[in-house]
């Protein structure tokens, strides 16, 4: 999966998206000004695990298959590389 910044997200996983750019702009803040805010990003860390479960657990049908059919899902290649192993 690319990583967050590089990341697709569907229209029903907007409020998912808004708490990776909080918690981007947390680790920005912290990083500047060297300040400690590992608890405030593990919070919204924890939040965007609930969100997901709810957003998850309340899909329809057509944003199942569009959920199936997401860009950013690994190919099947992925899934061999990580199987087997190059001698």
Known sequence: MPSI?????????????????????????ADKNKIDLS???KELEERVIEKRREITSHL???????????????YTLKYIQKMCTVH
Request: charged share 30%; net charge neutral.
């Open 60 to 74: 329809t049908s057509w944003q199942k298959v569009q959920l199936s059919r997401h860009p950013d899902r690994p």
């Open 39 to 41: 608890n405030s990003i």
């Open 5 to 29: 910044q590089n990341r697709q997200f569907l229209e029903f996983e907007k409020p998912i998206k808004d708490l990776y750019e909080q918690i981007d702009q947390l680790q920005q803040t």
